[in-house]
């Protein structure tokens, strides 16, 4: 069972896993961080979209021993839980970004990298296109 | 209409938890003690199960138990059920096979599960799956079914012969012969209506626990009628009486019809709980739901229409094939026929109209209800027809239209339905206004200079939504009655709790509902909250499906609001010190007609619980009242949609490059969310239209089994839509709400075909119309005018 230590949302972690433990399942399983969610099992969908030293990254692709000693940043630890809403997570409430809410965490997630990573240069078609492809651990 | 009532676009309530993922779906739920369920499934479609071997997969590490069919049967728990019955235009009743949680004797399908094992940790229960070993003998597959009922075809199961569950039909077959026999024109048609995978994002998970204390049971489930599914699995499974039985359907990640169901992997984890007594979990992985949920749509049709010389539809003659699958899931026999015949009048006078459906099994997953579920086969059948018989007869398609709406309300169609009101004209209108209509000539001139192929489309859809009035679906097989329940507590502060028999799952039903309780006793939106999803918390209800939670929910919840506020009247009449009669209630204020004495809503309410003002044993302390709600009609929205495309002719490529929506719901509570439900619809009416497309080859194989082979509608396939409303109210309920749920997807599939075809010039184009697909279209109608 490799041992595996990171940073989750700002706090140190560490667990023994068993090596074919997905991220996706250490966050939501060890962890009970549960807004990150699983829609596919072929990585797809994005549902299952975090920040891995801040690139988006679908935590169904990672095993967890992979990113050892990296930094994380999941849905519940984009804004302070006591301020206001991540700017991001205001537009999506405020323009009707969601409907069921279950991929919703993955799609905040990308949407926050893809500003980070295009800023103003952001335009509708970039958009369209960035959204159907989500960045991956190799990108 | 206050800031946060009625048509007011307030955003959701909902949102808060969704956006800072604290949602609560059913995998979020994790109980004390828990272990791990895993399906061992059947990778043939058509299979005598001749020995399960199971020792092995027991004695591997963390395996609990390890079931099969035959432990199921001994433990006499009863079989999966279709709950409409339908009778066979010879009278026969339909054949509905034996349906068990787990496969016994015999596999039917791809998926069809064989064996479970429970273990402590999943992959515990996946390594032990492997080792337990299924003798299987192979039995030829069915997977077409135009071929389920020819002779020689695989014999699926003993109590339906040819695979035939039933032949039902609908209409006057004399009165449409004799009509065809003075048609001037007629336009014939082959389609098939292309099966479609749900794909819900969230899949379908359950969570079985046994209290042997109490001896009772609870599930967690991806559901849409928690109680329905209570009902199902106490009434006829026979997992424990119904009192002993708690369903809870936490957040649900969309439904789209697939989560209606009662399904084996339910089933099995509360029958696995009490049998290990441990609470049993199960989350379906994708590829699973590819396999596993009741997929939609499947028909094979042949229809034609009759006009006469001006172009009057005079009659329509309907045969289809319609593919339930391996088994028949809880609704799979009401779609094509209930929900599909009744439709086939369209927006239009058509004096005639004969429909005659037969149903079949195949080896393929169940099939049953999916968004829209029977009117976007209705509607494609009528507007392709109409489509096609304008470009046939030389007529404008909208002039043809315009030419056979219905005019006055209420109609009475030839096939059950008495539409109570609408206009046609109105949405068309609209629509022609907002696309532009008259500019198209000159947009299809620009295409051609790029090499282009641009087309326009129409769809002027109508479907029957909030299911349904209870007595009437009864006459026609429903096992249940459809009216929906509400209960409104008052708390002594004067917030309010809403209990409702409906379900949401992306609906925003804790807002919208909200908004009407905000808008009656004039309370602030923030003071209303909406509980819905727990057969421990609501008594009972039908759930959300076919467009029912406004029309149906939303008026039990007025009728549970009207006894309230006489109620209220009652307590603040003694308050004031004034006749009942003289108590006004408006803005949230009790008033003495004529005088400025006043109470407002928060102290009558607080004096309801005091019951200091007045005697308790004439008037019952308290502020809470039920109802339920049973409607007198279907509704009828109806509506415009316009497609327009560019097709590639080099490469085939269909872009769609613009959309106009002009629906008529009625009233509308949040224009946000209904438009919300429009873009919703479209994109998946779009995705059928252009994209998806569930295939199985000849074995049975889904060889479209995962988001790789089976294409979902993305962002960048869409076009920025023009959605826009036209009302009338539903005279049928009383804040004259239509329902909008399903409106998109039962309108877009048409409208993007009718569209494609029009920029090809060839009708002979199949779902999903795929590059390939036109690009071999316009090879063939290339070829056929070089011939001609
Ligand atoms: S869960 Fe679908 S991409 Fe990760």
Redesign the interface.
Known sequence: MPAVALTVNGKPVTGDVDPRTLLVQFLRENLRLTGTHVGCDTSQCGACVVHVDGKAVKACTVFVWQIDGANITTIEGLADPNGPLHPMQEAFREHHGLQCGYCTPGMIMTAVDMVNRKGHDLDDPTIAISAAAPATITS | MNATGIGAAV??K????????????T??V?RPGQCHAYFLRSPHAHARIKRIETKAAAAMPGVLAVLTGVELAADKIGNLICGWMITSKDGSQMKMAAHPAIAHGKANYVGDPVAVVVAETL?QAKDAAEKVNVDYELLPALADPAKAQSEGAPQIHEIAARNTIYQWHLGEAKAVEVAFNSAKHVTKLDFINNRLVPN????RAAIGEYDSGSESLTLWNTTQNPHVARLVMSAFVGLAPEHKLRVIAP????GFGSKIFIYPEEVVCLWAARKVGRPVKW?A???EAFLTDAHGRDHVTHAEMAFDAEGKATALRVKTIANLGAYMSTFSSSVPTYLYGTLLSGQYEIPAIYCEVDAVYTNTVPVDAYRGAGRPEATFVVERLIEVGAREMGIDPADLRKKNFIKNFPHQTPVIMTYDAGDYHASLKKALEVADYGGFGKRKRESARHDKLRGIGFSTYIEACGIAPSQAVGSLGCGVGLWESAEVRVNPTGTVEVLTGCHQ????HETTFAQVVSERLGIPLENVSVLHGDTDKVQFGMGTYGSRSGAVGISAIVKALDKIEAKAKKVAAHMLEAAEGDIVFADGKFTVAGTDKSSAWGEVALNAYTAHKFAGQELEPGLKEGAFYDPTNFTFPAGCHICEVEVDPQTGESEIVAWTAVDDFGTVINP??V??QVH?GIAQGVGQALLEGAVYDKDGQLVTG???DYCMP???DLP?LKVEMTRTPSPSNPLGIKGCGEAGAIAAPVAVINAITDAIGSEDLAMPATAQAVWQALQKAQDRRKAA
């Open positions: 955003r959701r909902e949102d808060q938890r969704f956006v800072t993922g604290k949602g609560h779906y995998d979020d994790n992959a819900a994002i969230e899949p957040d649900v990640g969309g989350v992985e994708r590829s799952h992306g609906q925003g946000m969310i438009e919300g919703g995962s988001l790789m993305r962002a960048h920025a």
